[in-house]
């Protein structure tokens, strides 16, 4: 997956349509760019400002899915989120909106009520936000105890028809779409960056005892007396014990260490056989959104293809009408406007 760059986000943020597919696409690749979630949240608020009218609800749509999906593996999206919706909604009353966009919006502010992504506080002041200025009463915020706590947290009743704990029906262009967890199943970790995998992979590589033939060679090498306890009946003087004292105890710490450096280089194995599973997970799925994504657009060429086809030889049969006998040959000419005028007088 390629790394995080303002300018690419941007450039997906301009191709993003209302889609299912599309919107779950682009919510994976940014839930796995989540390190980079301020500056994803600044952008996606920055867009959205410059974003055509028709286009904003699925740039929220877009904000739904991210917040909720990644809640999983952390609080920094829906945070990060929280500080800038409620000047969204402000932006999105002062350009004013239909009846349409308006209840789309109330079922999301609904559904992260009733789901808990924010509190009942921070609810009350996205709905006062999406009130046009001319309409504002001031905002009334839920009782709270001395701890700062809701007493009571009543969601606001949900209109929408609920298919599952993780699916709910919203409108979109006219169409009935799940716009609720939506993005595919992502690993219980987060995905690595390639710059990350590369990094530990060559920390491996400069951490591999395994391959180190000179320690090795030396540890084979050592002298059967200090491994074997049968030998020791073999010491005639302390001289020769103290001898072989020296000898053990360098091969125990020339072992020692060797061995600590086979367990790191365990860890290490498991640590990056970790990013390549959550990695390889993650380019699955987007194979498989790229492959149905390809097979879709495959589709609609091969169909606009025999629409060419068909305009092809519809064309060669209409009659060539600059190849017509001329009809007019023979006939007297009207008379022109002058002509009309001699007569006339």
């Known amino acids: 997956m390629a790394g995080f760059t303002e300018s690419a986000f941007v450039k997906k943020l301009a191709e993003l349509n209302s889609s299912s597919q599309s919107i779950q696409t682009l ?16 952008t996606w608020y920055k867009e959205l400002i ?34 800038i919706l409620i000047k969204a909604f402000q932006h999105l009353a002062s350009i004013g909106y239909d009846e349409k966009m308006k209840t789309n919006l109330g079922r999301l502010l609904n559904i992260w009520g009733e ?19 001319t309409d504002k009463q001031p905002v009334k915020r839920p009782k709270t105890d001395n701890g700062g706590t809701n007493k009571k947290h009543k969601s606001s009743p949900s209109r929408e028809r609920k298919k599952s704990d993780t699916e709910v029906t919203v409108e979109v ?29 060559q920390e ?32 005639e003087d302390k001289a020769s014990a103290e001898k072989l004292s020296m000898q053990v105890n360098d091969a125990i710490k020339l072992i020692n260490d ?23 997970n993650v380019q699955k799925e987007l194979l498989t959104q790229a492959e149905q994504t390809l097979e879709e657009y495959q589709d609609k060429l091969q169909k606009v293809f025999n629409v060419r086809q068909e305009l092809r030889t ?21 008379p022109s406007a002058g002509d009309l005028f001699k007569i006339h007088n």
């Open 50 to 83: 410059k974003a055509k009218e028709s286009k904003k609800l699925t740039f929220m749509y877009l904000a739904n899915d991210v917040i909720q999906n990644s809640r999983k593996k952390g609080p920094e999206f829906g945070k990060e989120f929280g500080v």
């Open 204 to 235: 491996l590589e400069s951490n591999l005892a395994s391959a180190d033939e000179v320690v090795r060679q030396r540890i084979a090498q050592l002298p059967r007396n200090v491994s074997e306890v049968s030998l020791l009946a073999n010491i």
């Open 115 to 133: 789901r808990g992504m924010y509190d009942a506080v921070q609810i009350t002041e996205f709905r006062h936000a999406l009130i046009p200025s």
């Open 314 to 334: 519809h064309v060669r049969n209409l009659p060539d009408l600059t190849r017509l006998p001329d009809v007019t040959h023979g006939l007297t000419p009207l």
């Open 173 to 201: 262009d006219g169409k009935v779409e799940t716009h609720v967890h939506l993005s595919p199943r992502t690993p219980a970790t987060d995905p690595p960056e390639p710059e990350e995998l590369i990094k530990a992979l």
């Open 27 to 42: 919510s994976l690749w940014l839930i796995h760019h989540r390190k980079h979630h301020a500056q994803i949240v600044k």
């Open 258 to 280: 060797y061995n600590n450096r086979l367990l790191t280089e365990a860890e290490l194995r498991k640590k990056v056989i970790g990013m390549l599973h959550d990695f390889l």
